[in-house]
């Protein structure tokens, strides 16, 4: 029912900030807790972050305080505040969707965290 395309990856230096966003298509957007999670190579999927379908957001301990998650329903989109970037925040950022027994993945974004 939803589909999910991230943008704003790129390359950033170290203590530089990005914004990701996840653009979702489907009429039940609103249904849908979302979350960002992120791989790095060799490494297993990472939860970085979500908000459920009413705006109660959980933020993982390795990433609190410098991300921050936020969702604008009526734009269909939802957000990855990125600060204080590290060279090891270094992954491919996915987006994804939750409701009942749906569980959808967008195809991610590289966020590249260099000098």
């Known amino acids: 029912q939803v589909q999910l395309v991230e943008s704003g990856g790129g390359l950033v230096q170290p203590g530089g900030s990005l914004r990701l966003s996840c653009a979702a298509s489907?009429?039940?957007?609103?249904?849908?807790?979302m979350g960002w999670y992120r791989q790095a190579l060799g490494k297993q999927r990472e939860f970085l972050a979500s908000?459920?379908?009413?705006?109660?957001?959980t933020v993982a301990e390795s990433v609190k305080g410098r991300f921050t998650i936020s969702r604008e329903n009526a734009n269909n989109t939802v957000y990855l505040q990125m600060n204080s970037l590290k060279p090891e925040d270094t992954a491919v950022y996915y987006c994804?969707?939750?409701?009942?027994?749906?569980?959808?993945w967008g195809q991610g974004t590289q966020v590249t965290v260099s000098s």
């Open positions: 994804n969707a939750k409701r009942m027994t749906s569980n959808i």
């Open positions: 489907g009429r039940i957007f609103t249904l849908y807790a």
């Open positions: 908000i459920s379908s009413v705006g109660i957001t």
